[in-house]
């Protein structure tokens, strides 16, 4: 039995197979390389390395997407049928995985916690259950599961900086942002290259308002996150495009969409909410997007087969291209299968459509639909807690964004006005200024 690199035991004899986990582990942490093609490395190196078939199982259910559930059943079925030869904390990584299989995620990260009381340092665990905590919404353990672990860590342990990254990101969705920043900037001072770190400290200076700050610290760090293979970087150029959406600097977003986010790399389903996300906002604003929102539904329609039904989030963003796009018949699809998510199983996601996800698709199609009166109602009643369906506070500011516009485009003037008020006050920025304009000009008219 030999030690990771941060001395937590893993059952295999072969110090090439944790050699390469370790190398897929840092690939993981800074979203860089293939840590899938690594860890089949480390698998052929020792085909009953446990760590190996979890480490595989994990990365792939992390991207949300249902098309890899078979290899993942397969590397849990591999990790089970190595349980006597398993450590305590493999055996409870097994069943942490076989429980996310099973759509149970709040069970699953009850096992990571359990894992982390007897080993803090065990990278892998930490990562995987702040993923999970992201899924689900859960703001809170995104920032205390990391601080209850992070007291064993040393700045030289290999993937310190990751952790503190975790840490920032966790910081920041409870509204921390000071702390957050410091802490993203430490990580970065560590790894400049880990687009976690930058991505946290962005978020700090969306949700604060510092629109230019935010355009410079991307900017001037580009040459970092944005390296060639980086499977972050498109994000964070979503979360530039967003600054520059704020100014009204709508070539530029575009820019950014065509160069940077639309793509080969729309295949991955994350990449394709930020896609759909960005469209939609600009399509409030009113911006000529061309055929962009067609190209965009025509994936999410080529994937609805597949992924429909995993995942509340995803179906959400499917359902905003749908209905932007006025494809009835999709629409029909993907709406019949919410509704038999909501009340056909008993995993977490089925209560995440149930409470936010199907509520929620029913407001935006309402709202593209110029229903606007009905998108109020059904939007306004789940936006306060649509946090339970995951996402971040910047990504769940779309709600926000139309639930103002359906008022101003209804003539319910007090109530937009009621909702730019909490905006403008967290973020008093040029998109809330334009906001306030219109809603003065649509009084004037009103009163004409």
């Not at 509204?175 to 957050?180: G, L, M």
């Not at 600097?249 to 986010?261: F, N, S």
């Amino acid at each position: 039995m030999l030690k990771d690199f941060r001395g937590v035991p893993v059952s295999t004899g072969s110090r090439d197979a944790v050699a390469l986990y370790e190398t897929a582990l840092a690939e993981f942490q800074r979203y860089s390389g293939d840590p899938i093609a690594t860890i089949e490395r480390a698998l052929a190196a020792d085909p009953d390395f446990i760590m190996g078939h979890l480490f595989k199982a994990f990365v792939l259910y992390t991207t949300s997407e249902q098309r890899y559930l078979p290899m993942v059943r397969e590397a849990v079925t591999r990790a089970a049928g190595l349980h006597k030869y398993a450590t305590q904390r493999e055996q409870r990584l097994t069943l942490a995985a076989e429980r996310l299989v099973a759509g149970d995620w709040l069970s699953a990260c009850q096992v990571f916690d359990e894992v982390l009381i007897e080993h803090p340092c065990d990278a892998l665990s930490i990562q995987i259950s702040h993923l999970m905590d992201f899924y689900r919404g859960d703001a809170v353990n995104l920032r205390n599961r990391v601080a209850r672990v992070l007291r064993a860590w040393r700045s030289d342990m290999p993937g310190y900086s990751y952790v503190l990254g975790m840490q920032a990101f966790g910081l920041e969705e409870c509204h921390e942002y000071a702390e957050a920043e410091r802490l993203g900037r430490r990580a970065l001072e560590i790894d400049p290259a880990d687009g976690w770190s930058v991505h946290a400290v962005a978020h700090v200076m969306e949700m604060q308002g510092r629109i230019e700050e935010g355009m410079d610290w991307l900017r001037g760090r580009e040459a970092d996150w944005a390296k060639p293979g980086n499977g972050f970087a498109p994000h964070n150029w979503w979360h530039l495009a967003l600054f520059h959406l704020d100014r009204g600097e709508h070539a530029a977003v575009l820019e950014i969409v065509d160069q940077r986010i639309l793509g080969p790399q729309t295949d991955m389903l994350l990449v394709l909410v930020d896609a759909t996300a960005m469209l939609w906002r600009l399509s409030l604003e009113g911006v000529d997007i061309g055929d962009r929102f067609e190209r965009v539904a025509d994936i999410w329609q080529g994937k609805l087969d597949v992924e429909r039904g995993h995942y509340a989030f995803n179906d959400l963003h499917a359902m905003l291209s749908f209905a932007a796009c006025g494809r009835g018949h999709a629409i029909e699809r993907l709406l019949a299968q919410m509704r038999e998510t909501a009340t056909g199983t008993t995993s977490l996601n089925a209560v995440m459509t149930s409470e936010v996800g199907l509520p929620l698709a029913e407001g935006m199609l309402a709202f593209a639909r110029g229903q606007h009166a009905q998108a109020i109602t059904r939007i306004a009643r789940v936006r306060d807690h649509a946090h339970r369906f995951g996402g971040s506070n910047a990504q769940r500011d779309l709600l926000s964004l139309t639930l103002i516009e359906a008022a101003i485009r209804s003539r319910d003037l007090s109530r937009a006005e009621h909702y730019l008020a909490e905006r403008a006050r967290l973020k008093p920025t040029d998109w809330s200024w334009r906001l306030a304009t219109r809603i003065a000009g649509a009084r004037v008219q009103v009163a004409a």
